[in-house]
């Protein structure tokens, strides 16, 4: 008995060891064929086949969903043939890069990227460029040395300079406030938390502002509101939340308006109006801000366009046309603005939907 | 892994037959009539290129595996192995950015996971915890001191030539030179487990601990080097996802053990420990990686690439059980029927 365990053993790694040698060749032999090593995915090709793909940092994320809509808009008016969305649906730092392979090796004309982590996605994109793909960064950077373009919605400081102005007009300018932010390692949420960091410190007009807390939902539905009933449950004399992100303000609200600090608390912060519009209604948030995402998607759609045509390289100084929205011209380090930050409240929220 | 192979040629004798239908095998000839099936229907499957870029991705899961197959074939399990490739990959972050020469950073981290691997053990066979409720504290408690260590930061200036190679291939081939490593690691654990009797021995325990105690099995010993072998090895493993994504942080391999216990499992290993073997959990593992890979090349949406992963490992699991239930149903039957019906019962033996 125990002899006949032992052979079934030795076989079942002869089987295996002779499986591994043909897994090994027979991912080898056929090199020829395939169509994405032939290096054809170059800048050259015709206009019928080509391909532009959307990597944002997780699905079903609403915001993303209106970024991505305005893309496929985007990728149809530049006149790609094929527009793909992939990505991972969790937010984490190296999840993003098997799909970057993936479109390498599918031979993707243009891969238009919010990256999750800026060097973690760095060697994947470089190895897409070898390949010939050209690489658009849109929603939140990746280090500049590995991309062509980054499609920014709006100047950084911007963002978070109305941010900070909303809070402190509904506080009264004085009193404790709290950050919510997405993810810890998250490029664009740190740059603005940033800003706001400085500007509360050298405006005069905040100095009665203090910020006591900075917490991480995660861009997590429920991490996010536990995240804000742990902040009203540490500090007692909190005045205000600002939520730069759209999952995080959600969340938030939704705590706020079933909590006593409903109207109390001020919440400001990057929502969509879609999900904010029942919490302007009823007195939870008075104003918060955003762009229309859809757009960044349709600009970084025409970006893509640009550098495969070679009309434009990515340098400063480059322009190109957006379709409907017009000329937009590159600044430093690549970067494109696409508008400026609106603010929504009670008066103004019905008119937009997204 | 030939010098294995000859081995087991040289001392296997009989039960052909049995051994080329055991469960490794079977795996085997899946996941190759799966590679045979997506290189036919999967436009641009059939490429050096999926062979690195399915490869890279399944490395890690690859490593855990290996330690994992032992560790649960004595019927215990340890869910830290994913917080301590973290750990390693947070203290790697800021001993480099520390300036410390990389080769003592490497180290530095694989003896953090000897450590991480000790305490484990130490919990599990000193203490007598049960290792499920010990390895949920340390997936909690590791993943917190990777935040303690590196906190938000992310360190990414790694050396270039170590993170090039480390996405090297060997020559055309498309194979990741890493797999070498790999690979003696696979033949180290198959030859531990297969053919030693501190291999034996880990079946007995998984099978019955009393009993393995009787015959002289030192239990808590051997589980203990268990846990520290798979410490090890997940310090590596976060080393070469620190270098392949070139980015050091805290939330690194974060959800890996769940990766690395489902593909040990469709391999063929049992959770109830006993039964098991290295071939098929690499089978397993290699079985899940081309699968997941095909349907990305493919654009599924990861929402269905779960659900099938899921689905993969419920019938792997369920599957040998229903089996087995249906051969007891059979066999029940037949009992029965003899006892109810003696005279024709006398006859059958001969049918």
Redesign the interface.
């Known amino acids: 008995m125990a002899l006949m365990r032992n052979a079934r053993r030795i076989l079942a790694a002869t089987a295996a060891t002779t499986a591994l040698a043909l897994l090994a060749a027979g991912c080898t032999t056929p090199a020829a064929p395939a169509p994405s090593a032939s290096g054809a995915a170059s800048s050259s090709a015709p206009a019928a086949d080509r391909s532009i793909t959307f990597i944002p940092k997780q699905l079903n994320n609403p915001y993303t969903d209106v970024v991505l809509g305005g893309g496929k808009t985007g990728a149809q008016a530049a006149g790609f043939a094929k527009s793909n969305v992939v990505g991972p649906l969790e937010a984490s730092a190296s999840s993003q890069v098997s799909f970057i392979n993936a479109e390498t090796q599918a031979g993707t004309n243009v891969i238009v990227i919010a990256a999750n982590d800026p060097d973690a996605v760095c060697p994947a994109l470089e190895e897409a460029r070898t390949g010939g793909a050209k690489i658009v960064a849109f929603d939140s950077d990746t280090n500049p040395k590995c991309r062509d373009l980054f499609v920014s919605q709006v100047v950084a400081k911007d963002v978070a300079l109305i941010q900070v102005e909303i809070i402190s007009e509904q506080i009264g300018g004085s009193g404790e406030i709290a950050i919510l932010s997405a993810t810890a390692n998250a490029t664009n949420q740190n740059e603005w938390i940033k800003f706001m960091e400085a500007e509360l410190k050298d405006n005069p007009k905040y100095k009665d502002i203090k910020l006591v807390a900075k917490v991480y939902g995660d861009d997590d539905d429920t991490k996010s509101f536990q995240e804000a009933q742990g902040l009203m449950q540490a500090y007692p004399n909190l005045k205000g939340i600002i939520s730069p992100t759209t999952v995080g303000i959600a969340a938030t609200a939704r705590y706020l308006s079933k909590s006593k600090y409903k109207g109390k608390v001020a919440l400001t912060g990057l929502g969509l109006p879609n999900e904010m519009r029942a919490f302007v209604k009823d007195g939870t948030v008075t104003e918060f801000a955003l762009w229309d995402p859809a757009q960044l998607g349709y600009v970084a759609a025409f970006a893509g366009k640009a550098l495969l045509d070679g009309t434009m390289t990515g340098k400063e100084g480059d322009k190109f046309t957006a379709g409907d929205m017009g000329e937009r011209t590159v600044g430093a380090n690549g970067v494109v603005i696409v508008g400026p930050p609106t603010r929504f409240n009670k008066d103004n929220i019905d008119k937009y939907n997204f | 892994?030939?010098e294995?192979?000859s081995q087991?040629?040289a001392?296997?004798?009989?039960?052909?037959a049995?051994?080329?239908t055991?469960?490794?095998?079977i795996m085997?000839?899946l996941?190759?009539a799966v590679?045979?099936l997506l290189?036919l229907v999967v436009?641009?499957f059939?490429?050096?290129?999926?062979?690195g870029?399915l490869l890279?991705?399944v490395i890690p899961i690859l490593m855990i595996a290996l330690p994992m197959t032992l560790v649960i074939i004595t019927a215990e399990i340890d869910l830290s192995v994913a917080s301590t490739a973290g750990l390693t990959s947070a203290v790697m972050g800021v001993l480099w950015a520390g300036g410390m020469n990389i080769y003592l950073v490497l180290l530095i981290c694989l003896i953090v996971g000897l450590l991480a691997g000790a305490f484990n053990g130490i919990m599990i066979t000193a203490v007598g915890l049960p290792s499920l409720a010990v390895t949920i504290g340390t997936l909690a408690l590791f993943r917190g001191l990777a935040l303690v260590v590196i906190?938000?930061n992310?360190v990414?200036n790694f050396p270039r030539e170590l993170?090039t190679w480390a996405?090297s291939k060997i020559g055309?081939?498309?194979?990741p030179v890493f797999m070498v490593i790999v690979l003696v690691l696979i033949a180290i654990f198959?030859v531990v487990l297969?053919l030693t009797p501190f291999g034996r021995g880990l079946f007995a325990m998984g099978f019955s601990k009393e009993a393995a105690e009787f015959v002289g099995i030192d239990v808590g010993r051997s589980k203990f080097y268990l846990f520290v072998a798979t410490g090890l090895v997940s310090s590596m493993a976060g080393i070469f996802?620190t270098l392949?994504?070139?980015?050091a942080?805290s939330?690194?391999a974060?959800?890996l053990e769940l990766a690395v216990i489902a593909a040990v499992l469709l391999g063929g290993v049992s959770i109830f420990g006993g039964r098991g073997?290295?071939?098929?959990a690499?089978?397993g593992v290699?079985m899940i990686g081309i699968i997941?890979?095909a349907l990305?090349?493919q654009?599924i949406?990861?929402?269905v690439l779960?659900i099938v992963t899921g689905t993969l490992l419920i019938a792997s699991v369920v599957g040998p059980s229903i089996f087995e239930w249906m051969r007891k149903v059979r066999h029940d039957r037949r009992v029965h029927r003899d006892l109810t019906n003696p005279a024709k019962s006398s006859t059958s033996p001969a049918s």
């Open positions: 892994m030939s294995v192979l087991e040629v001392a296997g004798r009989s039960g052909a049995r051994v080329m055991s469960r490794g095998a085997w000839y996941v190759l590679l045979v290189s436009p641009g059939a490429s050096p290129r999926t062979a870029f890279l991705d906190g938000d992310a990414a993170t996405t055309a081939t498309g194979i198959a297969h996802w392949r994504y070139s980015s942080r939330d690194n974060s959800g073997s290295v071939p098929g690499v089978a290699l997941n890979y990305r090349l654009r949406s990861d929402v779960i």
